[in-house]
């Protein structure tokens, strides 16, 4: 998500502190699935002020030797234009599943069976971990939230759900040993595949997203 986006979109609600907004993001577990990095938020907050898209609202005096005041926050109308438009602009974005061993796949087979293993069986308790702690976070928040943050969380859970089911394969793939058997294709099947790929690329041309 654009810090841009989350940023606008908070102050949509009503006036904050940059640290507030901080604070709503990790109140609302959205710091469970986008990164935050608190010079990315305040840089933000910088950059929309410069732009003309947030205002000072309020700045209060913190009591205290040597301690800044406190700029509490505004959306301009400037910046809810800019909301509209990357709100609009976030719809339109596509990717395609990502996962950080779906790089490691190709060349799984030259790896250590044992110590493949172990590593799939930590991703696998990882990802468990994150599943329950969604699925307890909408069980807690589900029925109190704006609907649109609660079918973020269930698209996460459903994500999440899906990674587990894959990452289950793998692990017994890994631990059958199917998963390091060599590959040799032969001549016929190299042609095979050659013309397929042919009449593939024909039916399914590559877009512009297209990882391969």
């Known amino acids: 998500m654009s810090m841009r986006l989350m940023i606008l979109g908070l102050l949509m609600e009503r006036e904050r502190h940059p640290y507030e907004i901080r604070q709503t993001i990790k109140l609302r577990n959205w710091n469970e699935s986008f990164k935050l990095r608190d010079g990315s938020l305040y840089y933000a907050v910088d950059q929309l002020r410069q732009d003309g898209l947030i205002e000072a609202a309020e700045v209060v005096s913190v009591p205290g030797e040597n301690r800044p005041d406190k700029t509490i926050y505004r959306i301009t109308e400037s910046g809810r234009e800019a909301f509209l438009s990357l ?126």
């Open 87 to 212: 709100l609009q602009e976030q719809f339109k974005l596509t990717s395609y599943p990502q996962h950080p061993l779906f790089l490691a796949m190709p060349f799984v087979r030259h790896g250590d069976q044992a110590m493949i293993e172990k590593l799939v069986l930590k991703q696998l308790e990882a990802c468990e971990a994150r599943l329950a702690r969604m699925e307890a976070i909408l069980e807690l928040k589900g029925a109190i939230i704006p609907r649109g943050s609660s079918l973020m969380i269930e698209g996460f859970i459903q994500f999440g759900r899906t990674e587990k089911e894959w990452l289950l394969r793998l692990l017994e793939e890994a631990r059958s040993g199917k998963l390091f058997e060599s590959h040799q294709m032969t001549e016929e099947q190299i042609q095979a595949y050659v013309t397929g790929l042919k009449e593939f690329e024909k039916k399914y041309p590559p877009s512009a997203a297209d990882p391969t």
